[in-house]
């Protein structure tokens, strides 16, 4: 790239104060501040509701010398949509670590009698898991250093108008200090002129080859949904058949409720999932479309008035276009085809890239396990006082162990309902993208019964386990079964796709670049894995 001065010098406009102003890529060290991650998080993201909030949030900044993470995001965007993000992105791992060890710990103590042998003990695995998947940055903190991130809000002072505006300045050199960028897509994403500049400016250095991570904030909800579907499934699941493997009368209010709130929750899944899926369907022609110059920025919607003081404010547009001639061009470039350079650019590469992982599974495997599967984790101190109380009638030997395990399969059957069931969803939503003749509210409520019958993949292995002699394997035909429908699924050729999905089309012949951009290397975009990633 041709990058030869250290601060992109801007000339004034009318609309700006008569200084000369600069992006630069060189800040002072004192410039450099950064936020734990867990001050994003803090009062449940209420610093993200609006770009000219009135509260005052308290911020712990601290002088930084790297990011962890470059937050990228659109302030059009809920807040709730961004706090599920980055809690299934950063906290979800570790509260599934939470939940099995608090699990475990509560089958030993059921097994000691110093809690009572009881099925609503195992609930305290549920609630480790909620607990920590809100609060773990905090808890983090005792032990380790806090993820430092940039986030615009907390990062740039909104208070000195002299500060907020040396900030927004300094905003390539707070790029270039980043490790990560982390992306908060949505379908406005591209919309933004700051946005599009943002995933730019981390792209100029190729030597670090640092990543761009982007997460689809209603992926996110999506799977905050799915997460509490089935939590109160597998509930209403265990609280029924315990009862009924014991003899007893099942507990109707309880496995009602639980079931009941589960159900409720699948219509609002399913709007949402069609939501996403419209938004992914529209962004191949948003590339395909994307002009820098219809791109927003906040200073033109507001005339170049501050909203608070009504002093003239920089114009972003004027600022981002002139560091875009220093990027691309030299002498003699006229403003005209530097920007439809920049526009073939966004088009043709870093764009395509991000496109290849949003096409792919529409639930990336570890959070559905992190977040989906890990409702079926707290009822492991269930069989564990089962199996240390023993069958009744006793058994011993071969039988006692082949009893055993039809008891430890029978709850690993559940992981495999979840996992199968998290994938037919998918199937389903696919196909409900194709009844563009109904509204959106009517398709989720149609998509409901499969949507149900989706979850009773549970009942051949417990068919199977009631109907044959405790030192009978033959529940275990089911259970490869169902191992073996799931390892299909993770098949690179069964991937989910969207119907009616248009591919980015091919490239064209290579244009005839600029006399004064032959030579210019263009950075590449480095993807990890999945599109929601860390």
């Known amino acids: 790239?041709?990058?030869?001065?250290?601060?992109?010098?801007?000339?004034?406009?009318?609309?700006?104060?008569?200084?000369?102003?600069?992006?630069?890529?060189?800040?002072?060290?004192?410039?450099?501040?950064?936020?734990?991650?867990?001050?994003?998080?803090?009062?449940?993201?209420?610093?993200?509701?609006?770009?000219?909030?009135?509260?005052?949030?308290?911020?712990?900044?601290?002088?930084?010398?790297?990011?962890?993470?470059?937050?990228?995001?659109?302030?059009?965007?809920?807040?709730?949509?961004?706090?599920?993000?980055?809690?299934?992105?950063?906290?979800?791992?570790?509260?599934?670590?939470?939940?099995?060890l608090v699990s475990l710990l509560v089958g030993v103590l059921r097994i000691s009698s110093v809690l009572p042998n009881h099925i609503w003990t195992a609930f305290a695995g549920h609630i480790a898991f909620v607990a920590v998947l809100c609060f773990w940055q905090r808890l983090r903190e005792l032990v380790r250093r806090p993820r430092i991130v940039f986030l615009d809000k907390l990062c740039i002072s909104q208070e000195d108008e002299a500060l907020?505006?040396?900030?927004?300045?300094?905003?390539?050199?707070?790029?270039?200090?980043?490790?990560?960028?982390?992306?908060?897509?949505?379908?406005?994403?591209?919309?933004?002129?700051?946005?599009?500049?943002?995933?730019?400016?981390?792209?100029?250095?190729?030597?670090?080859?640092?990543?761009?991570?982007?997460?689809?904030?209603?992926?996110?909800?999506?799977?905050?949904?799915?997460?509490?579907?089935?939590?109160?499934?597998?509930?209403g699941y265990y609280i029924a058949y315990r009862e009924i493997d014991a003899g007893a009368r099942t507990s109707i209010d309880a496995r009602f409720l639980f079931q009941s709130v589960a159900v409720l929750i699948l219509p609002l899944q399913n709007y949402v999932s069609l939501g996403l899926l419209a938004e992914i369907q529209e962004l191949p022609q948003q590339v395909r479309s994307f002009s820098i110059r219809a791109a927003e920025c906040a200073c033109c919607s507001d005339g170049h008035v501050h909203p608070k003081t009504g002093r003239s404010i920089i114009c972003d547009r004027k600022l981002v276009f002139e560091v875009l001639g220093l990027w691309y061009g030299k002498d003699g470039a006229t403003e005209s085809e530097v920007l439809r350079y920049f526009d073939s650019l966004v088009q043709k590469q870093e764009i395509t890239d991000i496109l290849s992982g949003v096409q792919g599974s529409l639930v990336p495997f570890r959070y559905a396990f992190y977040m989906v599967a890990t409702a079926n984790v707290p009822f492991l101190s269930d069989y564990m006082a089962v199996l240390a109380a023993g069958p009744e009638p006793s058994l011993a030997g071969t039988d006692l162990m082949i009893?055993?395990?039809?008891?430890?399969?029978?709850?690993?059957?559940?992981?495999?309902?979840?996992?199968?069931?998290?994938?037919?969803?998918m199937l389903i939503w696919q196909k409900g993208t194709c009844l563009k003749q109904f509204s959106r509210p009517c398709v989720a409520i149609l998509l409901l019964p499969p949507m149900l019958i989706s979850v009773m993949t549970w009942e051949p292995y417990r068919s199977?386990?009631?109907?044959?002699?405790?030192?009978?394997?033959?529940?275990?035909?089911?259970?490869?079964?169902?191992?073996?429908?799931?390892l299909a699924f993770l098949l690179p050729l069964n991937r989910c796709t969207f119907c009616h999905l248009q591919p980015p089309p091919k490239a064209p012949a290579e244009p005839a670049q600029p006399a004064w951009h032959v030579g210019t290397e263009v950075p590449d975009v480095v993807m990890k894995g999945d599109v929601l990633s860390v």
């Open 164 to 235: 907020k505006e040396q900030g927004i300045l300094s905003l390539p050199g707070f790029l270039d200090q980043s490790e990560e960028l982390t992306i908060l897509w949505s379908g406005k994403y591209l919309t933004r002129l700051w946005c599009t500049y943002e995933l730019i400016s981390f792209l100029q250095n190729p030597q670090k080859r640092k990543s761009v991570h982007v997460i689809p904030v209603k992926l996110c909800l999506l799977i905050c949904l799915m997460s509490v579907a089935w939590h109160c499934m597998a509930a």
């Open 403 to 425: 009893w055993g395990t039809r008891l430890i399969f029978d709850w690993l059957n559940f992981f495999l309902v979840i996992m199968l069931a998290v994938q037919l969803s």
């Open 1 to 100: 790239m041709v990058l030869e001065p250290d601060s992109l010098q801007v000339e004034p406009t009318g609309l700006e104060p008569t200084v000369s102003k600069t992006l630069s890529f060189q800040i002072a060290p004192e410039m450099l501040q950064g936020v734990a991650m867990s001050e994003c998080l803090k009062w449940w993201g209420k610093h993200w509701a609006d770009s000219n909030h009135q509260h005052t949030v308290t911020r712990r900044i601290q002088q930084v010398h790297k990011y962890d993470n470059f937050i990228s995001h659109d302030w059009g965007t809920s807040r709730w949509l961004k706090l599920a993000a980055l809690l299934v992105v950063f906290n979800s791992q570790a509260a599934a670590a939470a939940s099995l």
């Open 464 to 486: 199977t386990l009631v109907r044959t002699p405790p030192n009978s394997l033959l529940p275990l035909c089911p259970f490869a079964g169902l191992l073996l429908i799931n």
